[in-house]
């Protein structure tokens, strides 16, 4: 059983910033991609940013120089860091991990940037 827990989610104003962790716990074995995921309301889930078990990193078109994402192999964790928010920022973000055993989700966390 694989579990992810998200932190870090609120409400900030528009330029602001703020950083979000995931935790990855269980039979994780080796994790190769860890991602960010933001769905709103009537629209798909999209990408925000993954980086690979090599440190390789791929962000989404609307983030690019605003978003950091990184890892820590040693405490299964992935932050991104969120800069220059946008009220469109605004959504629920998801931690995504790719492992041996499959793809898996965490439950989201809330981001709500104030124009």
């Known amino acids: 059983q694989v579990q992810l827990v998200e932190s870090g989610g609120g409400l900030v104003q528009a330029g602001g910033s703020l950083t979000l962790s995931c935790a990855a716990s269980?039979?994780?074995?080796?994790?190769?991609?860890m991602g960010w995921y933001r769905q709103v309301p009537g629209k798909q889930r999209e990408l925000v940013a993954e980086?690979?078990?090599?440190?390789?990193?791929n962000s989404g078109r609307s983030v690019k120089g605003r978003f950091a994402i990184s890892r820590d192999d040693v405490r299964d964790t992935v932050s991104l860091t969120l800069s220059s928010l946008k009220p469109e920022d605004t959504g629920v973000y998801y931690c995504?991990?790719?492992?041996?055993?499959?793809?898996?989700w965490g439950k989201g966390t809330l981001v709500t940037v104030s124009s």
């Open positions: 995504n991990i790719e492992v041996r055993s499959g793809n898996y």
């Open positions: 269980g039979d994780l074995g080796d994790i190769n991609t």
């Open positions: 980086i690979t078990s090599g440190g390789r990193t």
